[in-house]
């Protein structure tokens, strides 16, 4: 490996950290946004391209690329250092913006939203772990805090930007808006990144990340397919889970021969990366089983009136930001552990509040549960990736930030198919107050809401219904947000001091990784 002297936190002035977490936290902004952004455009969309039997894919595509694409860019990163992998990031997410604006088919849409996805899938994982490359451990909980807060915005209000910039210009826009921010986040970039030194004898596990991507893609299309497209006990569900099952030996068995595999299994023997790992799975379970549903069940049964889904989901956007932030500006004196276990208490008392509201309910009472919710989510997004960075090497910092990030995104995917199947059962339960002709007519399922016009004296049972099927949910997510709190009590420690990194002179926390130490600093 190439040699050349290394530089510690304070030769990385402050204004220039500034200008490059600018140009990160723009890029992060744009991969986040977009993984929602098309929820409230896809009418207008389906309507200009057709293709409605295709419309889940819009946001599968984008999903799985994304997903596929985290731990391959975090484990490169490592290698080839992180300012190349963000600017290929940024060009390959715009060229698939610029795409997905001037296609003519939904086909197309979902080809172009892919490419997004991959360069989506790069830019998160090198933004989060170029914290820990910027900033000693005793910061990275302000600049993660702010990077959570980031987060959750973008992932609440995508819907609220989609439909605006639909309804007042044109659904094409809501991809064109990338070009210009995209172009910012690479002029800081270029500028104040710090260049990548020559590195000898790199080995790409090119067969690790084929076995890594055929797993991810196989096991997350079984959690988007099964229990809508066929049962969960079927023959294509066994041939999935059989496939997805190989797929994973097959990895596991490279990786402990690889010579440098794209997820070591040593990272496995670390205790708190194993235990972080499980809380951003739980994490992004609660938070998405709750997500997926919350808007279309705040206006159909709570009646509140928005222009939009991202409006309604505001105060939990809020409640994130707060928590997010506080947690990542005081974890290095409270410690990681107060943050985990209080976190989950608190979203599980707003989940089991949500669970409470029905048809009529107050609407300022269920934004007020909303921004409870967010609270305890907030708690846990910026703690536990501070946590599992300062337990990395620095040469690991690109593959373990990634590896958490993937843990997290495997949670959402999942979640999604889980509370779909969770939510349909309970409808088929609940449609049973209906008389039994009516019963036979309606599907079982949430596609029971496209019912209503055709029955409409008996839509507020059927929205009576759908709406407690979802409360069900929101109990089940409240459970299984609580398992956080059982993770966390294993979880000690807390970032060291600025005083403690000084006086141990530790080369692992307190200097730039090889792999980011600057030719120069323009």
């Known amino acids: 490996m190439g040699s050349t002297d290394s530089i510690s936190w304070s030769n990385i002035d402050k ?68 300012k190349p992998l963000f600017l290929l990031g940024i060009i390959i997410f715009l060229a698939g913006s610029v795409l997905s604006g001037l296609c003519d088919s939904m086909m197309q849409l979902i080809i172009f939203r892919a490419i997004q996805g991959i360069g989506g899938g790069m830019l998160i994982p090198v933004a989060t772990a170029a914290v820990a490359d910027l900033y000693s451990p005793a910061e990275r909980g302000k600049m993660q805090g702010m990077l959570g807060s980031l987060f959750a915005v973008a992932m609440c209000l995508g819907p609220f930007l989609g439909g605006y910039i639909t309804d007042n210009i044109s659904w094409h826009w809501i991809f064109f808006i990338n070009v210009p921010l995209g172009i910012i986040a690479i002029i800081f970039t270029m500028r104040k990144f710090p260049k990548q030194m020559p590195v000898d004898n790199i080995h790409v596990d090119y067969t690790g990340i084929a076995l890594l991507s055929g797993f991810l893609l196989v096991f997350l299309l079984f959690f988007t397919w099964a229990g809508v497209d066929f049962a969960w006990i079927s023959a294509e569900s066994f ?16 990786e402990f021969k690889a010579k440098d595999p794209v997820l070591k299994p040593s990272l496995f023997k670390n205790k708190m990366f194993v235990y972080c790992s499980i809380v951003m799975i739980i994490f992004g379970m609660g938070m998405m089983g709750i997500m997926a549903y919350l808007p279309s069940f705040m206006q159909i049964v709570v009646g509140i009136s928005a222009t939009n889904s991202g409006l309604i989901i505001l105060p939990m956007v809020i409640g994130i930001m707060i928590t997010s932030m506080a947690g990542g500006f005081t974890v290095k004196r409270t410690g990681y552990r107060p943050w985990l276990m209080a976190g989950p208490i608190v979203a599980a008392v707003g989940m089991i509040l949500l669970s409470t509201l029905s048809r009529g309910s107050s609407e300022s009472l269920a934004l007020f549960y909303l921004f409870v919710t967010g609270l305890g989510l907030g708690c846990v997004m910026s703690v536990v990736m501070i946590a599992a960075q300062n337990s990395a090497k620095k040469n690991e910092m690109g593959m373990t930030t ?21 939510i349909n059962s309970r409808i088929a339960q609940e449609l049973l107050v209906l008389p039994e002709e009516v019963y036979k007519e309606v599907p079982h399922t949430i596609g029971v809401l496209d019912y209503i016009k055709d029955f409409p004296m008996y839509a507020l049972d059927i929205i009576d219904a759908y709406g407690s099927s979802v409360t069900f949910a929101f109990m089940i997510g409240a459970i299984i947000v609580l398992l956080v709190f059982a993770v966390a009590i294993f979880m000690k420690g807390k970032p060291p001091t600025e005083i403690e990194i000084t006086d141990s002179g530790n080369e692992e926390t307190n200097e730039v990784p090889e792999a980011l130490q600057p030719e120069m600093l323009r």
């Open 15 to 82: 204004k220039t950290r500034g200008s490059i977490m600018l140009g990160l936290a723009l890029g992060m902004l744009l991969a986040t946004l977009d993984g929602t952004i098309v929820a409230t455009s896809l009418p207008s969309i389906v309507s200009d391209l057709g293709g409605n039997e295709l419309y889940s894919w819009v946001f599968t595509g984008f999903m799985l690329c994304e997903t596929v694409m985290i731990p391959i860019a975090g484990k490169l990163s490592d290698l080839y250092g992180r």
């Open 239 to 254: 041939v999935m889970v059989a496939a997805s099952l190989a797929l994973l030996a097959l990895f596991i068995w490279n």
């Open 402 to 422: 990634s590896s958490v990030n993937l843990f997290r995104s495997i949670g959402s995917t999942v979640a999604v198919g889980i509370f779909t199947t969770i």
